[in-house]
């Protein structure tokens, strides 16, 4: 548990595996136990899917429970089966008796996914007031709430109040839980997003890459968070043609990173890579032409050599998800 709550999660993993066979066949509690945790690493390791049946699991062998259905509702949202996820949540509520604060937060996620922000915002702005007044001095629970307010206030189009909640949502986590966590990392990530709505293009790039930074060196790694990264900082950013592309070449560490970060955990072997290791080479080429001083020119030279090394291996990736019919990436494999 202490491995989790620090996303320790290689480390929490090897030590699960080597304690299911003994938690599952002692029975409970031991095995419901085994099952909500594993649960809660699965999630915090990208895999809702597996995260769903272990709850499901842990349904069918106690007592109807809220905490049991609110995990359920939450991992539903997070598969996007969000009808199914507020199932979950209203019979969390109709067995405790009322709406609890936990509720109103689970009930405007949901409706925020479903992009009905009208809705969404006055549950979560409830939420909220209600936790700050339950417990002001737990920054974790404030930090996610404002995260998730901010979140929909982006969506509305309401970039300054996102930008104001998500930047304290980002500070919260930098004096609780440290830059490291990728509850930090996902902080700068929405802030970023807001930013960039907001036209404040310089502040939503330093945060896109504080973002990155942290995305690319941990466990939980994946490729789809990186790639919605660069996507931001190459196509809703106006870096292009001016001088401010030089700013991509402070990728280049965190780029590298990322590629041995997602090599170690082979998740390099698909399209996924495929298609992120072209982008990083995009960035790394557009902040590498041939000029300024010696040293300027030789920095520059070794982004492009990783470029041409990150194409060469996202060429046969490309190439076989296009010839597989898993997704037309022709214009990618050209390169």
């Known amino acids: 548990v202490v491995y ?55 349904a069918k062998r106690t007592p109807p429970h809220e905490a049991t259905l609110r995990n359920l509702g939450t991992v539903y949202n997070m598969l996007r089966e969000h009808d199914k996820a507020q199932g979950y949540f209203e019979a969390a509520a109709a067995l405790v008796g009322e709406t609890e604060k936990e509720d109103l937060w689970n009930f405007g996620i949901v409706q925020m996914h479903k992009k009905n922000y009208d809705e969404a915002a006055p ?22 709430l404002r995260d998730s307010l901010g979140m929909c206030y982006d969506g509305m189009g309401r970039f300054e109040d996102a930008i104001a909640q998500l930047a304290e949502a980002q500070q919260l986590y930098r004096r609780s839980i440290g830059t490291e966590s990728p509850l930090y990392g996902t902080a700068c990530e929405r802030l970023a997003k807001a930013l960039i709505h907001a036209g404040r293009f310089e502040e939503g790039f330093d945060a896109a890459i504080d973002a990155f930074t942290v995305i690319a060196m941990q466990d939980a790694v994946h490729p789809t968070p990186l790639f919605e990264l660069l996507g931001l900082m190459l196509e809703e950013m106006p870096l292009l043609g001016s001088e401010d592309v030089q700013k991509l070449a402070q990728l280049a560490r965190p780029i590298s990173a990322a590629v041995r970060n997602l090599h170690y955990r082979e998740l390099d072997k698909d399209a996924n890579a495929g298609v992120l290791y072209e982008r990083m080479a995009r960035a790394l080429v557009l902040c590498s032409s041939a000029s300024g001083s010696h040293e300027d020119q030789t920095a520059a030279a070794h982004r492009r050599a990783m470029a041409r090394a990150l194409l060469q291996q996202a060429a046969p990736l490309v190439s076989a998800a296009t010839a597989e019919g898993l997704a037309d990436l022709s214009h990618v494999s050209m390169l």
């Open 123 to 144: 549950l979560l702005e409830k939420a909220l007031d209600a936790f700050l007044q339950a417990d002001p001095d737990d920054d974790v629970t404030l930090a996610k």
């Open 4 to 58: 989790l709550k620090n996303y320790a999660l290689d480390k929490a993993d090897a030590l699960y595996a080597a304690l299911e066979p003994h938690c599952m066949s002692r029975g409970l509690p031991w095995d419901v136990k085994f099952l909500q945790d594993c649960a809660t690493l699965r999630c915090k390791q990208n895999r809702q899917a597996e995260a769903a049946v272990l709850l499901e699991e842990v």
